[in-house]
Each structure stands twice: as structure tokens, then as C-alpha cells.
């Protein structure tokens, strides 16, 4: 199982000192971050994408980049890589790179986008978003697993004669997790392609966490993918961490408040209580993370936020300190504990180069359903996966 920090890089005034920090500060701030991430234990960073204040990081390839100069074993990933909105093209081309400066230590997060004005940004209709995720992807897919593309759909130029480079490292393309909070079309197109299922889990109840992942997983086996317990799950988590519970809520409080992800609304216990944010011990965000798996079943990926809402960095590099040298441990022991037999480790390069290279072939021409499927025009393919999710 993998642990690690993401961060959806918002700007927000400290309000406890009325200091904001600068873009500078708060993009070096990731820098430091990702360094002591990889210092304490924890496997994962992961960058948030945004094109609009109050959040600074609209290149996350670029500073991923830097960070993988700065580090040697953590893996780069992204909170939300924008399938509607960026080029397939160049998703194909800046994360193939980034494979290759990180030696493999690379997967990405593909997600919608809910910020309304970012659309038409890039040209893009926010009403078309569902058909732009599953189209963009299907292309996407083709661009890393064949050397020579042509192709036609609806949200683009056509392609022909187009090959992507640089190609994947070692023949096998980044990991890629399908995120979402709320769209159950985006748990189809994971489960439709074999690919990881992130649900953000900080804004929704258990219940809704159930009932997303349990879709993902049921889907997943239908397409021949493996049982559902097979499926390759990760969640997100929001905490905060003091030695007693009552200092925790008494510091991040007025962070709380503010917060551009969930602040001006309920309270901080009413939100606790309704979501996994957790604001205590560390062994009380122990004990809650544990209890993910009751609902969500063994899964490979846990990311913890921990650096919104003006918290200083400071205070940002204590709680991955903490969340390092005292929680990841534990949970790394207690989930190994109860893992059921057969549930498969979190994905690697490493790995899944070893598994291509065992079965003979590169992924790209593995005979599986998505090969067989994928001969279909693309359209009936994203309508196929839109109808199903929508239904379900």
C-alpha cells in the first residue's frame, strides 16, 4: 500500500496573522514538501492542476519535473490532470518525458475539472465534459500504446500518421487512476479500461464513498478485469494533527473557517463528523483511517491533504513529519495485518514492467478486453461507458 501528501495549491491568506504568501513561496513551499515527504517514509506526491487564482499550479509536469531532480524513490503523480481541457497530445507527450527524467517514478490522476470558466479557457464547453473525458482518453490510450496513430473524433483535429514521442520508458505507459467525487461514468471509464479508481473522499459521506468504489469494483470484474477485489482503489483524507484533540481543533479552527475547499459552511465538528476529515491525535487519524477500509475495502493508495487553507509551511512540514514518523507506520502494519490474499500491491514502473515482460509483450498489445473493445469506433465506445455510468 502507498501513502503520500497531494495538494490542490490554493493561495489563502493565514488568517490567524493575515499573511498571504506569495506564488513564489507557495510553489517553492512544494519543493520542500515533496523533500521531506521522501525524508520521513511516505511514497507519493502528488500535484493538483488549476488555471485560475487563487491556485498557482497550472503546470504540474513542470515543477513534477524539478521535484524528481530533488529526490530519488518518490513516486510523481498529479491530484488532477485535466482530461477535458488539456490535449491528449500533449498529456502523451509532457508525462512521457516526465517518465522518462523520473526513471518510472511517474502516474497521473486524470480528472474533469469542476471550475466552470476554465472550459472556455482552452475552448472547451463545460457541458461537454463527461463526452471530453472519455474521448480524450481513448485517444490518450492510443497515443501510448501504438506507434502510429490515426484518428478521428468529435472535440478535435483529426490525427494522421502521428506517433507520440518520446514513447512510454521501457514500452509501458504511466499508471493512470481515473478521479472523481461524485460522476459515476468516471468509475465505468476505470473500470471499462482496467485502470485505477482515486475517489477524493474529503467532501462526501461513507456512504457515498461506498457506494462510488463499490460501482468501480463491480464494474470491474464485469469487464474481465479480475474479481472486484482485484480493482486498484485510492482514496483521499484531510487532517490535522496536535498531541491533544483539543489543540488540534484549537489551532485549525480559523483555517477551517476559510478554507476555499470547504470553509463558509458547516462547522468544523459537523464536518468532521459527516466526512473523514480528521482534527485530533495522530492516533485518532489512526484509528479513522482504518476505518476506510470497512467501507471501501483493502485498497493500494491512501493521500492525505495537508497543506490548504493558509496553514503555514512550517506547520504543513510538521504535520508530514508527523504523518511520516508516526501514522504511516502504524497503518502500513495494520492494513499489511488484514489485507485479504489476492489483493494486488499498489502499481510501480518497476513492476509493471516485470509483469509485461513475464507475459511476453509490451502492454500495448496485451489481448485484452480493452484491445478487442478498442477496434470500435471511439464514439460508441464513450457513449457506451457515458450510458453505463449514468445508468448505474
Known amino acids: 500500500m502507498q501513502f503520500g501528501i497531494f495538494s490542490v495549491s490554493d493561495i489563502t491568506q493565514d488568517p490567524t496573522t493575515g499573511r498571504t504568501p506569495t506564488e513564489h513561496e507557495r510553489i517553492k513551499g512544494w519543493i520542500a514538501m515533496a523533500q521531506k515527504a521522501e525524508e520521513v517514509g511516505l511514497d507519493v506526491f502528488a500535484a493538483g492542476e488549476h488555471h485560475n487564482p487563487p491556485f498557482f499550479s497550472s503546470s504540474p509536469t513542470t515543477i513534477l519535473g ?53 472550459y472556455p479557457w482552452f475552448g472547451k464547453d463545460i457541458r461537454d465534459g463527461i463526452e471530453l473525458a472519455i474521448e480524450n482518453y481513448a485517444l490518450l490510450r492510443k497515443l501510448w500504446t501504438e506507434p502510429v496513430v490515426n484518428w478521428q473524433g468529435k472535440h478535435r483535429t483529426p490525427l494522421t500518421g502521428y506517433t507520440s514521442t518520446p514513447a512510454p520508458l521501457d514500452g509501458v505507459a504511466p499508471f493512470v487512476w481515473h478521479g472523481s467525487i461524485r460522476s459515476p461514468q468516471i468509475a465505468e471509464q476505470a473500470a471499462y479500461y482496467g485502470d485505477g479508481f482515486f475517489h477524493n473522499n474529503i467532501f462526501w459521506n461513507k456512504e457515498h464513498t461506498q457506494r462510488m468504489v463499490r460501482l468501480y469494483r463491480s464494474r470491474f470484474a464485469h469487464y474481465g478485469h479480475g474479481e472486484p477485489e482485484q480493482a486498484i482503489v485510492g482514496l483521499g483524507g484531510q487532517i490535522f494533527m496536535k498531541s491533544t484533540e483539543r489543540e488540534a481543533k484549537e489551532r485549525f479552527r480559523p483555517f477551517f473557517d476559510v478554507a476555499p475547499v470547504y470553509g463558509h459552511g458547516p462547522s468544523l465538528e459537523e464536518f468532521t463528523e459527516a466526512t473523514p476529515l480528521t482534527v485530533g491525535t495522530p492516533e485518532q487519524v489512526i484509528e479513522r483511517t482504518l476505518s476506510f477500509r470497512d467501507y471501501a475495502g483493502d485498497y493500494q493508495r491512501q493521500m492525505f491533504l495537508v497543506d490548504h487553507a493558509g496553514l503555514p509551511l512550517e506547520e504543513v512540514l510538521e504535520q508530514i513529519e508527523i504523518l511520516g ?68
Open 66 to 118: 524539478h521535484i524528481a531532480a530533488k529526490t530519488e524513490r518518490l513516486i510523481l503523480s498529479t491530484a488532477t490532470t485535466l482530461i477535458t481541457t488539456n490535449d491528449p497530445v500533449k498529456i502523451a507527450e509532457d508525462f512521457a518525458m516526465l517518465q522518462h527524467l523520473a526513471d518510472g517514478r511517474v502516474d497521473l490522476t486524470l480528472g474533469r475539472g469542476n471550475t466552470g470558466p476554465v
Open 325 to 392: 514518523t508516526e501514522v504511516v507506520p502504524v497503518l502500513r502494519r495494520e492494513f499489511d495485518a488484514v489485507r485479504q490474499a489476492g489483493v494486488p500491491d499498489a502499481p510501480t514502473h518497476a513492476a509493471r514492467v516485470a509483469a509485461a515482460r513475464e507475459a511476453g509483450t509490451q502492454l500495448g498489445e496485451q489481448g485484452n478486453a480493452w484491445q478487442q473493445q478498442s477496434a470500435r469506433d471511439d464514439l460508441d465506445t464513450g457513449a457506451s461507458i457515458a450510458r453505463q455510468g449514468a445508468e448505474a
